[in-house]
């Protein structure tokens, strides 16, 4: 699978890319990450790549040419890296405008992402970038929340290490990402390490006991209650089992009877 990143500052992105589990994964070729400037594609002599906006109002935008002829760049070398790719090898590609407009970014949208080998991210700057480009390119808007951003690299860096992460291997096997919080619906349960009391504060009895299944089902709870407590939300949007209700409704039971 490769990223292109279309920007004006590759090194933000590059940044991240630089350490731990992705720069191991990058360096055991399950993944890579090409960068395309759009300043290689000014249009003028002086690197002229944006300009004031038609109709008034500050700030300066992206042009639309600038942009164009990099995310073509981005196909082209996809395309002769791979020979084999469209031929024997199907070419899925998708262009990614990263945007506070755009939809929201879930574990699940970046499952779905895992689908293609190609995602080329255009990350905008200054106001954002000439409209006519993303629809002459057919851009799908992502959005890392609701906030704004001073530019789209750092979205863009997200959304590869969110995705880099769900490729086979990239993750040792006991830290499959399907275990975490937002993979199955619900959040993580509480973790702990040595020392078994620290600060007179003692790890779950349970979790030393050294009985599996019921450890098994003392970290479900764990994930259930901060669900319930943190993202409620979560609970009615995920699918919840009948089992998962009942172990839910029995700690909501138990938590009363405490008080
Ligand atoms: N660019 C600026 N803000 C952004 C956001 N919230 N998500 C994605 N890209 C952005």
């Not at 760049?73 to 024997?88: L, M």
């Not at 906030?147 to 086979?168: F, H, N, T």
Request: hydrophobic share 40%; proline share 4%; glycine share 6%.
């Amino acid at each position: 699978m490769r990223f292109s990143t279309v920007s004006l500052f590759p090194e933000i992105i590059e940044a991240s890319l630089n350490y731990s589990m992705a720069k191991r994964a990058i360096e055991r070729g399950l993944f890579e990450v090409k960068h395309f400037q759009i300043r290689d594609h000014a249009v003028n002599a002086y690197g002229k790549v944006d300009d004031a906006l038609y109709g008034g109002g500050t700030g300066m935008l992206l042009m639309p040419e600038p942009v164009y002829q990099t995310v073509r760049q981005a196909g082209h070398s996809f395309a002769q890296d791979n020979p084999e790719a469209g031929k024997n090898v199907e070419i899925k590609e998708k262009v990614i405008y990263l945007s506070p407009r755009g939809r929201q970014l879930t574990q699940e949208l970046a499952a779905q992402l895992l689908d293609y080998n190609h995602l080329i991210l255009i990350s905008g700057h200054y106001e954002g970038i000439d409209e006519r480009v993303l629809e002459e390119v057919v851009a799908e808007e992502i959005s890392i929340g609701d906030y704004v951003l001073s530019g789209g690299e750092l979205a863009s860096a997200v959304l590869i290490d969110v995705v880099m992460r769900m490729i086979p291997g990239v993750l040792p096997d006991n830290e499959a990402w399907q275990k975490e919080s937002h993979a199955s619906g619900f959040l993580e349960e509480n973790q702990y390490t040595r020392p078994a009391v620290w600060r007179e504060r003692k790890v779950p009895e349970v979790l030393l006991s050294g009985h599996a299944a019921r450890i098994e089902k003392a970290r479900e709870l764990s994930a259930l209650t901060n669900t319930m407590a943190r993202r409620p939300d979560l609970l009615t949007a995920s699918v919840m089992s009948a089992e998962d209700w009942f172990t839910l409704l029995k700690t909501l039971d138990i938590q009363e009877e405490c008080k």
